[in-house]
Nanobody, 121 residues
C-alpha cells in the first residue's frame, strides 16, 4: 500500500558527499518509521539509519555515525540520507524502508527498489 522510490545514488570519490532521497506515496507519511538499509556484495544487509514518526529519535549504525544524517520532511513525504566523508566501504545498494512501528531488521513492511552508491578510492 506504500510505494517507496529512492534517488540520488551515483559514483563519488572517497571523501565526497551524496544525498539520497526516498519519496513515499500511498499512505499518510507521518504514520511510518523510516529507515535506510544497505547491501554490499558478499555482505549481509545492514541497517544504516532510522528515524521515528516526527523525526524525534534517530539511529545510526556505528559504521556511519558522525558521517551520515537521516532526516524527514513529512509535508513532502520524503526521507533523506545525507552521506558525508564517504569511504569505499560505503559502496552498496541503499534501500529505503517503512513500517508503522519499529521492527527487527529485515521485517519492514515496505521497501524501495534500491539505489546504487559507489565510492571510488
Amino acid at each position: 500500500q506504500v510505494q517507496l522510490v529512492e534517488s540520488g545514488g551515483g559514483l563519488v570519490q572517497a571523501g565526497g558527499s551524496l544525498r539520497l532521497s526516498c519519496a513515499a506515496s500511498g499512505r499518510t507519511f507521518s504514520n511510518y518509521v523510516m529507515a535506510w538499509f544497505r547491501q554490499a556484495p558478499g555482505k549481509e544487509r545492514e541497517n544504516v539509519a532510522r528515524i521515528t514518526w516526527m523525526g524525534g529519535i534517530t539511529y545510526y549504525a556505528a559504521s556511519v555515525k558522525g558521517r551520515f544524517a537521516i532526516s524527514r520532511d513529512n509535508a513532502k513525504n520524503t526521507v533523506y540520507l545525507q552521506m558525508n566523508s564517504l569511504k569505499p566501504e560505503d559502496t552498496a545498494v541503499y534501500y529505503c524502508a517503512a513500517d508503522t512501528i519499529i521492527r527487527p531488521t529485515g521485517s519492514y513492511a515496505y521497501w524501495g527498489q534500491g539505489t546504487q552508491v559507489t565510492v571510488s578510492s
